[in-house]
């Protein structure tokens, strides 16, 4: 098997690393594919098995230019990564719209494969379909011309928002309510006045504690208006790119597309599925609305609406008053190092690994690196970036590094997450569990023999569910006990751990509207491409919540979902049906042994072995049901 990755440790070798490598990929790609056509009588499995040495490079060609062109401290190497990421994506479709080699695999005779092998050849012809190999030239030449400048389009929308911080300065007794770390960490500039970024760490800690509603609101605003104007014109063409490149192909629309190889299967079937969590929750989240404007009022008399800048600020205050959940002092519990050592002393009982740091080098000293272990061998590689930094992204995700393949290859991953390097709020927390499962979900799963299916390499509405269904950890008491200590070693009462689970119900029903806004807006902008991207976007927000808009921003600029996920932001709640039935499944506990190691082997372990409704129905010996999820929602608003 080969070694995990080695980055240079010069920094003026980065710019060569993050270039020539893919380039060194994509012409080893060129070579595999004209082997594949060039006439020689193969077997099926000997085809698929050129195809699997193509995808390896393929993926790793993708996967480190992409990493690097989010996290890169240097701004010349993250700008060669990102044509490099537009390169091998053009390679892709390339690839997927090239009709002699759909014909080679096409020409095989599928019998005497076993079940992984006939599945691949099964899912490579569907993606060679989808791909448009089965048309005429001239439409081959125009669906990769469309690919490419919509990958070219997603680059730039991504890129804005990254590099679009911005800041607003207010007065000092304006932060009244903010917590002391945060003040320090904020001084009084040479004008008396204190900035605040639009970075997540700063975003988050206003929304949740400034007494001071007009800051809550500038900073919210600016937020929204990240990177607007650039983007406005960027989204306008990328949504008419990707209708285009649907219609060529024969769908109806973007979301026809994208959703015909997941388990949605239409778009027809998002719409139904959003009008059910529509159903579902809007009884509950009136209910909490009118507790949060009543709320509000007592601070602010003459207020007509809640809006999206107040709804965090008057939970932490309701949580407070009527729950007795202080958040300053459940933060006082969750240091940052404390959290990492407890993340990965939980998962690593659960999943039956451990993490061994590692000292190699990185894009950056930030990074902390680890060998994934079992039964002394080495199972992946992942490494940790946690902190935020100017040019790095500025969300939370986990990216795939290497794709595992048994003999060859040791799966590889990147978290790339903003966290403070002090206290964290205990919803930071919840996120790093969250984004966790997918970088254990990528290990785990990499132990295949094909490449496509290595990993979290199951379909996109649910991939999600594993990491939502490890964010339960995070309010057990008796595991938030083995590390959320405070300065004297003391762990959280198990009594308020039960008071923040209370809590924590409360304005969930809220947060699911605020959720169902943002995949109506996804959903939307691509099915109906409407010339007043804001009117539009402040439209289908105002439909699913009755928090009230920022009036005149522009958040469908700064969000980021719209590449990645597409039309399919939906996926979220979907996979939150799945993932409140598999906690179902640990009825035992959550550290229950035998029950994780069930789940380990059911749900993990086979990456995309298998289709997503099987896994789970293998993991609860039953087709999953949405009855946990309703009661999940139910609020004590209602």
Known sequence: MTEPIVFPTDSAEWLAFASTRTDERLARIDEVAARLKDGTERTALEALQLWNDLQIDLRRAHSEAEVLSEVHPDRAVREAAESRTSAAQAKESELMTDADLAAVFAATDATGLDVDAARLREHLLRGFRRGGADRDAATRERLRELAARETELSVTFARNIREGRLEVRVAPEKLEGLPQDFLDAHPVGDDGLVAISTDNLDVMAVMNYARDRETRIALRRARADLAWPENDPVLAELLQIRQQHAELLGYASWADYETEDRMAGSAARVASFLD???????????????????????????????????????????????????????????????????????????????????????????????????????????????????????????????????????????????????????????????????????????????????????????????????????????????????????????????????????????????????????????????????????????????????????????????????????????????????LTGFEAGLMDAESAARYRREILEPGGRRDAADLVEAFLGRPFQVDAYRRWLGSPAA
């Open 276 to 582: 059910e969590v529509d159903g579902a929750s809007k009884t509950a989240s009136d209910a909490e609305y009118e507790l949060l404007l009543a709320r509000l009022r007592e601070d602010e008399s003459d207020a007509t609406d809640v809006t999206a800048a107040d709804s965090l600020y008057l939970l932490t205050r309701l949580h407070e008053e009527r729950f007795a959940v202080d958040a300053q002092q459940v933060r006082r519990h969750l240091d940052f190092s404390r959290v990492l050592d407890g993340l990965l002393t939980t998962t690593g009982r659960l999943f039956d690994i451990s993490y061994v740091p590692v000292r190699v080098a990185t894009w950056h000293d930030d990074v902390r690196s680890y060998d994934v272990v079992r039964a002394g061998s080495r199972i992946g590689r992942i490494h940790l970036d946690l902190h935020p930094r100017e040019g790095k992204f500025n969300h939370a995700a986990c990216f795939p590094l290497a794709p595992g393949v048994r003999g060859k290859v040791v799966p590889e991953a990147a978290l790339v997450c903003n966290f403070p390097r002090g206290l964290m709020e205990h919803r930071e927390v919840q996120t790093f569990f969250h984004e966790f499962g997918h970088l254990v979900h990528d290990i785990l799963g990499g132990d295949q023999q094909w490449a496509p299916f290595s990993g979290v390499a199951t379909e996109w509405d649910f991939v999600e569910a594993p990491s939502q269904m490890l964010e339960e950890w995070v309010w057990d008491a008796d595991v938030l006990a083995t590390f959320a200590t405070d300065d004297a070693g003391r762990p959280i009462p198990a009594e308020l751990v039960e008071r923040m689970r209370e809590a924590d119900a409360f304005g969930r029903a809220l947060l699911v509207r605020t959720q169902l806004g943002h995949a109506r807006v996804s959903y939307h902008l691509h099915m109906d491409r409407p010339a007043d991207l804001a009117a539009a976007t402040d439209h289908w927000y105002a439909v699913s919540s009755p928090l009230g808009p920022i009036d005149g921003t522009h958040s469908y600029a700064a969000f980021g979902h719209l590449t990645g996920y597409g039309s399919c932001y939906y996926t979220y709640q979907w996979s939150l049906v799945i993932a409140r039935d598999l």
